[in-house]
């Protein structure tokens, strides 16, 4: 297939073939967008297009790449596991999956802890929606309550109950109702406060929230919601899809907190970018939930035996000290360099960042849209978030070189040089025409 994708002919016939068999309406969207890419060959922080086109991959699918595309280590941990095995029997007990949920739980471990606060259990999933699902089952199940607290703008996938924690967007035109999902505005106390203070069964938050333009949470709100949940008995779920796995620095961003939460969610990056798994990890004392029947809740595919072997290999690259010393020094050069560029562009408004998680926020939605169009035509491909399109989310794999940093930069620069000339400040005027 990779034969018939290198050239732009065919690329051409294969976005046709897409709109006519999976999606026009996505086609047409990508094509006025001049984004109709498609990968072709893949290899490390880069992927390439039909016509041979590199793009450094900075938006890594919330984390998916973080050890980049196709990475050897986990490509020969997963061709070993397929010498011997296979998905697995979801009903049978599992070694690969008790490794898994081993490593997971002691990567959480905090020193002196109560044991009853410990996270020590772990189911497997598929997706990050499907452990999302989970854990407000779980929660649900524990408290005998209803109700799910989560942030406006907030983003947990699209599955049954995660989908009601997000956007009414996702829920509208499928009539979904929002019943039981309750939705507070980032950072607001007094609104946290009051939908606490009614006992909901649990509230959910991405530790940093993406989709939302990566706003970091304040270590006062973090322990405030903790200490709410604490006075109220509600369970307090933090979603790591995108922020857990080393991308922070730490190896869960709530580590950068001193709180602990009651389960922890994550998938995309536990993959290695090459098996889909994800895991809801939660205390102890919420297992009792399946005491009376321990198979009220099951995925054929969670956990699949292969999958645990690659994010096994995943974990122990990543949960180690040197590759998050790696890390924390990564982000103190783009650190340096983003704020050397805030200083130097006026449309570059703001930097956020928490390690290699890092939100670029521009003067407005049609600066940040033209920008991005210019970075990916100079070859860096990222995402602006979609609730708050000033944003552009800025997520290099963890692996990235310094010479490769150097080099996102470089471009960055230029794309940011890119959107004061003629062209784009017209094309700049076109935009903020068509989104209002
Ligand atoms: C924070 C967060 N939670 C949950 C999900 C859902 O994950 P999945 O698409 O694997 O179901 C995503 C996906 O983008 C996410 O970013």
Redesign the pocket.
């Given at each position: 297939m990779d034969v018939e994708l290198a050239n732009s002919r065919s690329a051409k016939r294969f976005t046709q073939r897409y709109a006519e068999s999976v999606s026009q309406p996505k086609a047409q969207f990508f094509r006025k967008m001049g984004l109709d890419i498609i990968m072709a060959r893949r290899e490390g922080i880069s992927f390439y297009d039909a016509q041979g086109k590199r793009y450094i991959n900075c938006h890594c699918?919330?984390?998916v790449f973080n050890l980049g595309h196709r990475n050897p280590e986990i490509i020969a941990a997963l061709t070993e596991a397929l010498e011997k095995y296979d998905i697995g029997n979801h009903h049978l007990i599992s070694a690969p999956k008790a490794l898994l949920a081993e490593k997971l739980t002691d990567s959480m471990r905090v020193p002196g802890q109560k044991k009853d606060e410990e996270i020590r259990r772990v189911l497997f999933g598929s997706?990050?929606?499907?452990?999302?699902d989970l854990a407000i089952k779980i929660a649900r199940g524990y408290t005998r309550r209803r109700d799910v607290v989560s942030l406006v703008g907030?983003?947990?996938?699209?599955?049954g109950l995660?989908v009601k924690a997000g956007d009414a967007k996702f829920l509208d035109p499928f009539n979904i109702d929002r019943e039981g999902f309750v939705q507070i505005a980032f950072e607001d106390v007094s609104q946290l406060e009051a939908a606490l203070a009614r006992k909901p069964a649990a509230i959910i938050l991405?530790t940093i929230?993406?989709?939302l333009g990566m706003p970091i949470i304040s270590p006062g709100y973090m322990k405030k919601v903790r200490a709410l949940c604490d006075a109220h008995g509600v369970v307090m779920i933090l979603?790591?899809?995108?922020?857990g796995l080393g991308r922070t620095g730490k190896m869960w961003a709530y580590q950068h907190y001193d709180v602990s939460p009651d389960m922890v969610?994550t998938?995309?990056g536990l993959s290695g970018g090459i098996y889909?798994i994800?895991a809801t990890c939660f205390r102890q004392k919420f297992e009792s939930v399946f005491e009376k029947d321990p198979f009220i809740h099951i995925s054929t595919f969670g956990g699949a035996e292969v999958g645990c072997y690659a994010a096994l290999r995943m974990l122990e690259i990543v949960n180690d000290r040197e590759f998050l010393a790696s890390v924390t020094k990564l982000s103190d050069f783009f650190s340096r360099e983003c704020r050397a560029l805030q200083n130097e562009f006026a449309a570059l408004k703001e930097v956020r960042q928490l390690g290699l998680f890092m939100g670029l926020v521009f003067e407005d939605a049609a600066s940040c849209l033209v920008f991005l169009k210019a970075l990916i035509s100079n070859g860096v491909f990222a995402v602006y978030a979609a609730n708050d399109k000033r944003v552009l989310q800025f997520l290099p794999p963890l692996v990235t070189s310094e010479a490769e940093a150097a080099e996102i930069m470089r471009i960055v620069r230029q794309s940011l040089r890119d959107l004061g000339s003629i062209k784009n400040r017209l094309m700049k005027l076109v935009v903020s025409f068509m989104i209002g």
């Amino acid at each position: 297939m990779d034969v018939e994708l290198a050239n732009s002919r065919s690329a051409k016939r294969f976005t046709q073939r897409y709109a006519e068999s999976v999606s026009q309406p996505k086609a047409q969207f990508f094509r006025k967008m001049g984004l109709d890419i498609i990968m072709a060959r893949r290899e490390g922080i880069s992927f390439y297009d039909a016509q041979g086109k590199r793009y450094i991959n900075c938006h890594c699918n919330g984390g998916v790449f973080n050890l980049g595309h196709r990475n050897p280590e986990i490509i020969a941990a997963l061709t070993e596991a397929l010498e011997k095995y296979d998905i697995g029997n979801h009903h049978l007990i599992s070694a690969p999956k008790a490794l898994l949920a081993e490593k997971l739980t002691d990567s959480m471990r905090v020193p002196g802890q109560k044991k009853d606060e410990e996270i020590r259990r772990v189911l497997f999933g598929s997706s990050g929606g499907e452990a999302i699902d989970l854990a407000i089952k779980i929660a649900r199940g524990y408290t005998r309550r209803r109700d799910v607290v989560s942030l406006v703008g907030g983003y947990h996938g699209h599955t049954g109950l995660a989908v009601k924690a997000g956007d009414a967007k996702f829920l509208d035109p499928f009539n979904i109702d929002r019943e039981g999902f309750v939705q507070i505005a980032f950072e607001d106390v007094s609104q946290l406060e009051a939908a606490l203070a009614r006992k909901p069964a649990a509230i959910i938050l991405e530790t940093i929230p993406a989709t939302l333009g990566m706003p970091i949470i304040s270590p006062g709100y973090m322990k405030k919601v903790r200490a709410l949940c604490d006075a109220h008995g509600v369970v307090m779920i933090l979603d790591e899809v995108q922020t857990g796995l080393g991308r922070t620095g730490k190896m869960w961003a709530y580590q950068h907190y001193d709180v602990s939460p009651d389960m922890v969610v994550t998938g995309k990056g536990l993959s290695g970018g090459i098996y889909p798994i994800s895991a809801t990890c939660f205390r102890q004392k919420f297992e009792s939930v399946f005491e009376k029947d321990p198979f009220i809740h099951i995925s054929t595919f969670g956990g699949a035996e292969v999958g645990c072997y690659a994010a096994l290999r995943m974990l122990e690259i990543v949960n180690d000290r040197e590759f998050l010393a790696s890390v924390t020094k990564l982000s103190d050069f783009f650190s340096r360099e983003c704020r050397a560029l805030q200083n130097e562009f006026a449309a570059l408004k703001e930097v956020r960042q928490l390690g290699l998680f890092m939100g670029l926020v521009f003067e407005d939605a049609a600066s940040c849209l033209v920008f991005l169009k210019a970075l990916i035509s100079n070859g860096v491909f990222a995402v602006y978030a979609a609730n708050d399109k000033r944003v552009l989310q800025f997520l290099p794999p963890l692996v990235t070189s310094e010479a490769e940093a150097a080099e996102i930069m470089r471009i960055v620069r230029q794309s940011l040089r890119d959107l004061g000339s003629i062209k784009n400040r017209l094309m700049k005027l076109v935009v903020s025409f068509m989104i209002g």
